[in-house]
């Protein structure tokens, strides 16, 4: 990789990074090409980005930023990942983590608030902004629902009547 590539590498993932919530970091030591790929499928599914790139390189892309303070986890075979969904990329993460014990988490960054391994676990167990959304939809539903449902039991009742009425006379 010449100069000009890795200055368009660091440039490139500084945008990536100033665009996200939060920003985790991963040891991928031993996994294979199908699992990375695997993995980084599931991560560009919801949105987010993951990226290998040189502890350096790394560094310096997170110089300047709110995540600049955990430039100290970038020590061995490093992966990064990040996302405006900080729950989304925790919980594809853990799980992917759970499965498969070569990917180990370091911790990460949610804006300024440095996480450590535990952390990330914890916030992978919150609701996604998806699930929060949803379930917002479903409050907000529910009294409607009740309402018509309220209003159409009348006249049910109202046809029911009339039916053994109609019963009994035949």
């Known amino acids: 990789m010449n100069r000009t590539e890795k200055k368009q590498l660091i440039?490139?993932?500084?945008?990536?990074?100033?665009?996200?919530?939060?920003?985790?970091?991963?040891?991928?030591?031993?996994?294979?090409?199908?699992e990375m790929t695997a993995l980084r499928i599931k991560i560009r599914e919801i949105g987010?980005?993951?990226k290998v790139a040189k502890n350096k390189l790394s560094q310096l892309a997170l110089a300047g930023t709110p995540f600049e303070q955990i430039s100290t986890m970038f020590v061995g075979p490093t992966a990064i990942a990040y996302s405006s969904d900080p729950?989304?990329?925790a919980k594809v993460l853990t799980e992917f983590a759970k499965a498969n014990d070569k990917l180990v988490m370091l911790g990460g960054a949610f804006?300024?608030?440095?996480?450590?391994?535990?952390?990330v676990v914890e916030l992978s167990k919150l609701p996604s902004l998806d699930e929060l959304r949803a379930k917002i939809v479903g409050l907000i539903n529910a009294p409607a629902t009740r309402i018509a449902g309220?209003?159409?039991?009348?006249?049910?009742q109202v046809?029911?009547?009339?039916?053994?009425?109609?019963?009994a006379a035949a």
Request: charged share 10%; aromatic share 4%.
């Open 11 to 34: 440039e490139t993932l500084n945008q990536s990074v100033l665009a996200s919530s939060v920003v985790l970091v991963a040891h991928y030591k031993g996994l294979t090409v199908a």
């Open 48 to 50: 987010a980005g993951f």
């Open 87 to 89: 729950v989304a990329v």
């Open 159 to 167: 046809a029911r009547v009339i039916g053994a009425h109609a019963k």
């Open 150 to 156: 309220i209003l159409q039991a009348p006249a049910g």
């Open 111 to 119: 804006g300024a608030t440095l996480l450590d391994a535990k952390a």
